[in-house]
T-cell receptor, first 112, second 114 residues
């Protein structure tokens, strides 16, 4: 079963605008990772945020984590057409090793 | 460093056959995980291997199995294929696979069962 739920399921914006995607989860986590996937290809790792972190930046990406609300958000600033993809959050709640639980993803379309 | 590689990239099999998929992790990474992605179920965890031992296992039938070699390369096998096994199979590698370590994914193997 999917622990994470992304919101919205689909998002369409114009180039240059900001895109915000949200992810909610149900159990306590060790960390949360965001991935991008283009047209059914492999997942590209974007950013990892640990449970004791509240915000993290990487280039045009900003991720926040609110463990009290069990939610995370991914902000992409100044979107480009090349950002068009599906975005997934994945949580790791294991006690040993790794076992990612993925949300259903947000399909982002950036129109030129 | 080279990324995670998966072979073959595409595969067409018939119901009842078996298939073996291969994954080579990033150099130095010791944890390899496998995931299945389908339109209906999304991304689901199959299993994780670390130092040649299965460390975690998802809720898949015994027809799905895997192994890891001493050089950290991993294979997964699906026996008695069913139409529902048609999916994108993704492999991920991690330095250790423990909390706080990123998982890096390969391009996937697209399996079609007819």
């Amino acid at each position: 079963s999917q622990q994470g739920e992304e919101d919205p399921q689909a998002l369409s914006i114009q180039e240059g605008e900001n895109a915000t995607m949200n992810c909610s989860y149900k159990t306590s986590i060790n960390n949360l990772q965001w991935y991008r996937q283009n047209s059914g290809r492999g997942l590209v790792h974007l950013i990892l945020i640990r449970s004791n972190e509240r915000e993290k930046h990487s280039g045009r990406l900003r991720v926040t984590l609110d463990t009290s609300k069990k939610s995370s958000s991914l902000l992409i600033t100044a979107s480009r057409a090349a950002d068009t993809a599906s975005y997934f959050c994945a949580t790791d709640a294991g006690t040993s090793g790794s076992r990612l639980t993925f949300g259903e993803g947000t399909q982002l379309t950036v129109n030129p | 460093k080279a990324g995670v590689t998966q072979t073959p990239r595409y595969l067409i099999k018939t119901r009842g056959q078996q298939v073996t998929l291969s994954c080579s992790p990033i150099s130095g990474h010791r944890s390899v995980s496998w995931y299945q992605q389908t339109p209906g179920q999304g991304l689901q965890f199959l299993f994780e291997y670390f130092s040649e031992t299965q460390r975690n296992k998802g809720n898949f039938p015994g027809r799905f199995s895997g192994r890891q070699f001493s050089n950290s390369r991993s294979e997964m096998n699906v026996s008695t294929l069913e139409l529902g096994d048609s999916a994108l199979y993704l492999c991920a590698s991690s330095l250790r696979g423990d909390r706080g370590y990123e998982q890096y994914f390969g391009p996937g193997t697209r399996l079609t069962v007819t």
